[in-house]
């Protein structure tokens, strides 16, 4: 799950009633001086840091809504009293009815913005789906976080949608992780196998020696404690603390790392404490070590201590939480955490279908391309005719305008206006010319009787 996510409204102690909604993104804050605690000064108001994305296609649209709604003191008032449960089930949306007409107001442009932005990408995708056919059921899933049906307004039951989308989508935001890191081993071990098909059987042979040498050297690596393990934390104690493992403190190293001094532990804050086990196995600079399941790895341990601490599955731990983890018997577990070199991600059967679906989608792409290129050549063909059309069209108008001006030369004339005729030019051609019918009579010649 994203770092910046947080399971809860709840204080943030940089700004007293500072509440955020269940998975929604909570903005990093500066410890409160405790000195300053009783003083009657006016806070300083400071830019709140820029939080990073949840990867929700409706991230924008749920941190606007957030920020118009802590604007309402009614309603942070009630979310003071709530319950997580209260909060993750959206029953809490009915109080929207009593926030602020000037909150409601902005909550419903929102709204608008968000629908209308919805269905500019709907349409973008149907454009582009046009000979692929369209998944109507997949574009309209992007509605889920609110009541397309009325788009003019943000009412409560708007609200309980948006908080149930991103409770639901963010749970499932783990799992998704886990599946595609299993779709990129798997695409991994079928482009080895192909490279390994196209080898002579002597190359073949060095190619998998060379691989599982790569593999032996890659388990090569020291003990990794097992996460949330006190051994696990003292060596973070020692090694990034720098202070002396005898003096370990699970209430003094919780404060440590609690970075934001918001009283809990994060997703984000329990993932660096896994950064020195993770060393011990990945080196970016080593070919046998992948940085992708390096990030694999850390969610697997961040999962497991939730799995153990986080009794009220809020995704946080609290300082209570942590001090009663740390007095149990698992505590001192000091057996060594079973790395993803030592799993099966995979079965064979789950990688021949995955490589049978591989097979059909680059069948599919083929017939495309196919498709396509035969697309072009017709058109390239049909451009071709229209350009011999075009030029038959221009000759052709051509010889048109050469005989317009043929019918419309001038006549040749004389000073007096009598015809004159041009060497070549035909004398019975010309307009007004008789030709005489009878012949003149050579001397010496006889006309024939009459």
Known sequence: MHPDIRMCWKWSSASDCFLLLCFIIVAESVPIDKIKVNKVEEPEVQASPETQDTGLYYDRYLREVIDVLETDKHFREKLQTADIEEIKSGRMAKELNLVSHLVRTKLDELKRQEVARLRMLIKAKIDAQQEAGIDHHALLKQFEHLNHQNPHSFEPEDLELLIKTATSDLENYDKERHEEFKQYEMLKEHERREYLKSLDEEKRKEEEAKFDELRKKHKEHPKINHPGSKDQLKEVWEETDGLDPEDFDPKTFFKLHDTNGDG???????????????????????????????????????????????????????????????????????????????????????????????????????????????????????????????????????????????????????????????????????????????????????????
């Open 264 to 450: 809990f532990l994060d997703e984000q804050e329990m993932e660096a404490l896994f950064t020195k086990e993770l060393e011990k196995i990945y080196d970016p600079n080593n070919a046998e070590d992948d940085m992708m399941e390096m990030e694999e790895e850390r969610l697997r341990m961040r999962e497991h201590v939730m799995k153990e601490v986080d009794v009220n599955k809020d995704r946080l731990i609290s300082a209570e939480e942590f001090q009663r983890a740390s007095e149990k018997k698992e505590f001192g577990e000091t057996d060594p955490w079973e790395t993803l070199d030592e799993q099966d991600l995979y079965s064979e059967g789950e990688l021949q279908e995955f490589e049978k679906r591989l097979s059909n989608q680059e069948n599919e792409l083929r017939l495309k391309s196919d498709d396509l290129l035969k697309q072009r050549e017709e058109l390239e063909l049909q451009q071709d005719q229209l350009h011999a059309q075009k030029l038959e069209f221009h000759q052709a108008v051509q010889q048109l305008e050469q005989k317009k001006q043929a019918q419309h030369a001038p006549v040749p004339e004389g000073p007096n206006g009598e015809l004159r005729f041009q060497p070549g030019m035909n004398p019975a051609a010309s307009p007004g010319h008789h030709q005489s019918q009878e012949q003149p009579v050579a001397d010496g010649q006889s006309q024939p009787p009459q």
